[in-house]
């Protein structure tokens, strides 16, 4: 920072101090985790109450619970892919919380808040791949024969944050009021 603290741990740098934990850290990891717990939460949910292929209207043909098996990745692309997307969602996650590590700085809450959302999502589906060999997407959404793509928590939560995460990218530091932090 330029205060000539270490944005990861909230002490001066090379101090001998105890660690102490940033709030941001605090924050993006609890927030994970609530995306992350939901996330399994609901799914179990609609594993336990909704047989595969079933539709089950929310919001009569709007909003619907249609249980699927996604083996590939964001909106079913690349199919029967889950081992691979396993691996790289692995990748994903050490790369999301590196840069945590180095956006808090310039970009404060609005980046934990970000990012937390991207981990939790990531960890979501990460979780299914490797326990069930897909991901588990519910959430049907439209009018008639236009519908958008079936999704869960994770997904709407990995959604929200790359919408804040391009926001971040075209809105000039000096004009966010979110960074003070």
């Not at 799914?43 to 929310?58: D, E, H, I, Q």
Request: net charge positive.
């Amino acid at each position: 920072m330029a205060d000539g603290t270490d944005p990861v741990i909230a002490r001066p740098v090379g101090a001998a101090t105890p660690l102490r934990v940033s709030h941001h850290w605090i924050a993006f990891v609890v927030l994970a985790a609530c995306i992350v717990v939901v996330d399994q939460l609901t799914k179990a949910w609609v594993a336990a109450s909704v047989s595969f292929g079933t539709l089950r209207p929310v919001v009569g043909d709007y909003v619907r619970i249609w249980p699927v098996r996604n083996t590939g990745a964001i909106f079913g692309l690349f199919g029967n892919q889950a081992v691979l997307f396993a691996a790289l969602s692995i990748g994903v996650v050490a790369i999301i919380v590196w840069f945590h590590g180095r956006s808090v700085e310039t970009n404060g809450w609005f980046a934990t808040l970000a990012l937390g959302l991207l981990l939790g999502g990531a960890l979501g589906n990460l979780i299914d791949r490797l326990r069930l060999g897909y991901v588990l997407d519910f959430v049907d959404m439209g009018v008639g024969d236009l519908r958008f793509y079936t999704y869960n928590v994770a997904d709407a939560a990995i959604s929200t944050a790359l919408v804040l995460l391009i926001l971040m990218a075209f809105w000039p530091s000096r004009r966010r009021p979110w960074i003070a932090g």
